[in-house]
């Protein structure tokens, strides 16, 4: 077996580890800096905004480490992998948090918690973290591509099974790791890489954990790797590899992860989203208040017929009577039905619209009932996020409305000022006042300017 094996170095996550050894602040394009920092002040506003929710006090006060780490929001301070892991949870867990147009998966949540964390925990500089989130983005944007779509078809999440590796990378590069120790980690994370799709039967909470524990595995995988831990270096490409067991029905595309490295950064692709909701469900939404708009009543609307994506259907049309009535306020964020009708009452799909009690109000149900779905098989998804509505009325008409692309995403990005906007909203959400929030967002935005990480601090309640 070993006579098949590359050589020393030769391996694919050898390869990229020596890439991210390399890697310097200074090598960042403006660019990119930029969304590095736009998902900074995303990320914190989102931990703010979860920071009441039960399944937040439950990770809190159930993780079974202290330690001098930050979770935000949270007075109780963790070892590393713990506040990693709330943070991770609280980023994602209202499913406002970034995403990647092309190969869809969350980036931030995994990676940005995992490189705070290492730098909190370690003493070590904002810059040194800034890079650590830089590299995490850049690494789970290029994973992602290299076997598009397949990791779910195999039943799993990609947040948490991509996730770690990108969390390893993040938080490897924000403790200087070398190349040998590098691609140890990424040998160590594609072990304890995890995570199912279950949670989409009922909206179990599950989903949530997904990039926190991500984040913890990719931190714990960094710091044990420091020690010379002997991990499989043919973790990407060998013969029992990380996409051999996660997308056993692909053909992976390592191109992703060895071409255009320093000068291609995926991650400058990552979208924001202005809707608390499945990123593919926006640009339905945008239609359904644009029909709204018009003035037709929902009374008058007899059906709505959405030509959509094949890859869409499992996890946001099927089983559509479930969709039509999702069980929970937080199942109603992966339905396209309800999240379409409660965008025509509301002209929003934000926080307050997947309250449990919202998504039980029988005159959003009723609408949401009328809502249903044909494969267009000229969709361009997952290239592009696209809506299209077809109404027929009570009276006999026939409207159609179309929403080319996602708002948020690289055709019609989010400016600052909206993000920083929104994070200000999140952070109210989550019951700070202005000042304060907007000292967070200017925390976030500043990080690599920070000497240190014990700023952050001030933000734990």
């Known amino acids: 077996m070993t006579a098949t094996l590359p050589p020393s170095g030769g391996a694919l996550a050898e390869t990229y ?27 914190t506003g989102l931990c703010i905004a979860a920071r009441g929710e039960p399944y937040m006090a439950q990770i809190v006060h159930g993780w079974d480490s202290d330690g001098p780490c930050t979770a935000l929001g949270h007075a109780r301070r963790l070892d590393a992998a713990g506040a990693a892991a709330a943070n991770g949870m609280a980023i994602h867990g209202e499913d406002f948090d970034d995403t990647l147009e092309g190969a869809p998966i969350r980036v931030g949540a995994m990676t940005i918690p995992a490189a705070l964390a290492a730098a909190e925990r370690f003493g070590l500089s904002g810059e040194r973290a800034f890079l650590g989130v830089a590299a995490g983005l850049e690494t789970v944007c290029r994973l992602n ?12 999440h990609p947040v948490g099974v991509i996730g770690a590796l990108g969390a390893a990378a993040a ?3 924000t403790l200087g790791l070398d190349a040998r120790q590098q691609a140890s980690a990424f040998g160590l994370a594609g ?27 990719g931190l714990r995988a960094a710091v044990l790797a420091r020690t010379g831990f002997f991990a499989p270096r043919t973790v990407l490409d060998g013969p029992h590899g990380f996409f051999h067991a996660f997308a056993p029905t692909a053909t992976p595309d390592f191109r992703h992860l060895a071409e255009g490295l320093g ?3 995926y991650a400058e692709r990552i979208a924001f989203k202005p809707y608390a909701c499945g990123t593919m469900i926006h640009p339905y939404v945008d239609c359904m208040i644009r029909l709204a ?12 017929t959405c030509p959509t994506g094949e890859g869409l259907v499992h996890r946001l049309w099927e089983p559509l009577a479930g969709k039509h009535r999702p069980p929970s306020g937080y199942a109603a964020k992966f339905s396209m039905p309800y999240c379409m009708a409660v965008g025509f009452f509301d002209g929003d799909a934000g926080l307050s619209q997947f309250t449990d009690a ?20 000229e969709n361009e998804y997952p290239r592009n996020y696209s809506g299209h509505i077809r109404v027929e009325t009570t009276d006999g008409r026939r409207i159609a409305l179309d929403q080319p692309h996602m708002r948020g995403g690289v055709r019609d990005p989010l400016t600052e000022d909206e993000i920083r906007a929104k994070a200000l909203a999140n952070c109210r959400h989550g019951g700070w006042p202005d000042d304060r929030a907007e000292r967070l967002t200017d925390w976030a935005a500043d990080l ?4 240190d990480l014990s700023g952050l601090a001030a933000f734990a309640t």
């Open 145 to 156: 591509h290299i076997a598009p779509g397949a990791i779910h078809r195999a039943g799993f």
């Open 293 to 304: 708009a018009t003035g037709i009543r929902a009374d008058q609307i007899r059906s709505i």
């Open 17 to 43: 580890a020596a890439w991210l050894s390399g890697l310097d602040i200074a090598a960042l394009p403006q660019s990119f800096r930029r969304v590095v920092s736009l998902d900074l002040i995303d990320a």
């Open 263 to 265: 000068q291609d950064w």
């Open 448 to 451: 690599a300017r920070h000497p």
């Open 358 to 377: 919202r998504a039980a109000d029988p005159e959003v149900l009723a609408l949401a009932e009328k809502i249903s779905y044909v494969i267009d098989p």
């Open 191 to 217: 072990s304890m890489a995890s995570g199912i799709l279950e949670y989409l039967s009922e909206g179990a909470w599950t989903k949530r954990l997904h990039p926190g524990w991500a984040a913890q595995s």
């Open 171 to 173: 938080a490897g590069v």
